[in-house]
């Protein structure tokens, strides 16, 4: 079946460094692909998203580049403060399940960033 | 917009009662809502999907007659935990989506129920 896989933190980094969380995935057909974070306290909100491949998803500094060739959905960002702070979850969707599509998950990468 | 609600955050009850979590979509009407379960340093594990007016579709391994799901309105979710048991103490969290034909889901705060 379709799985996620997601490097295990946690990461703990200086503000200013760059980031990289590394996301690979199986699948039959052609997923969407989604990066979610967590912050303390808070619910899961989607990061960013891309739908086909080549697509590259950005939002808040962050961005991931749809790779079938790899497949693979890396997070990326050049400089980190310490409000990113949180757990980065990697998924992809379901594409065989119609009306019921789920998502598939990572099991989440920890990011610490210290001022 | 999308903003998902989760009542109680916080729930510690004695083991064999039971408890009910509420999952609320706030300013979207939601045909399908997920249930997931999320244990400490793992990711997110679905328990049921749950489309309105219909039955709750579980995953596999997961006891329908302790986590009894039901959907009656396109706002509203429950998830009643029964007769729970120290094992069953974790964070839930609901999500939901609008429409069929999107795959983005909004997701609530989570509850974090301990089971003594």
Redesign the interface.
């Known amino acids: 079946g379709d799985s996620v896989t997601q490097m295990e933190g946690p990461v703990t980094l200086s503000e200013e460094a760059c980031l990289t969380i590394n996301c690979t995935y199986t699948a039959t057909g052609y997923p ?1 692909l989604f990066w ?1 974070v967590q912050y303390p ?6 990061l960013l ?1 891309a739908t086909k491949a080549d697509d590259k998803g950005s939002n808040k500094g962050f961005e991931a580049t749809y790779r079938k060739e790899t497949t693979s959905f890396h997070l990326e960002k050049g400089s980190v403060q310490v409000s990113d702070s949180a757990v980065y ?1 990697c998924a992809l ?1 379901d594409q065989h399940a119609g ?5 598939i ?4 990468t920890s990011l610490a960033v210290n001022p | 917009g999308a903003v ?1 609600s989760q009542h109680p955050s916080r729930v510690i009850c004695k083991s064999g009662t039971s408890v009910k979590i509420e999952c609320r979509s706030l300013d979207f009407q939601a045909t ?1 809502m ?1 249930w997931y379960r999320q244990f400490p ?4 594990m ?1 328990m049921a ?1 749950s ?1 309105e007016g219909s039955k709750a ?1 579980y995953e596999q391994g997961v006891e329908k007659d302790k986590f009894l799901i039901n959907h009656a309105s396109l706002t509203l979710s429950t998830l009643t935990v029964t007769s729970a048991h120290p094992e069953d103490s974790s964070f839930y ?1 609901c ?1 939901a989506r609008r429409g ?1 034909g999107t ?3 909004y ?4 509850t974090r129920l301990t089971v003594t």
């Not at chain 1, 009306?99 to 998502?103: A, I, P, Y």
């Not at chain 2, 340093?41 to 997110?44: E, I, N, Q, R, V």
Request: glycine share 14%; charged share 15%.
């Open positions: 969407s979610y306290g808070e619910g899961l909100q989607l998203k979850f969707s009306n019921n599509r789920k998502l998950w990572g099991l989440g | 998902v399908t997920f340093k793992k990711s997110l679905l999907t489309n579709t969290i999500s069929t795959y983005e889901q997701f609530g705060p989570g």
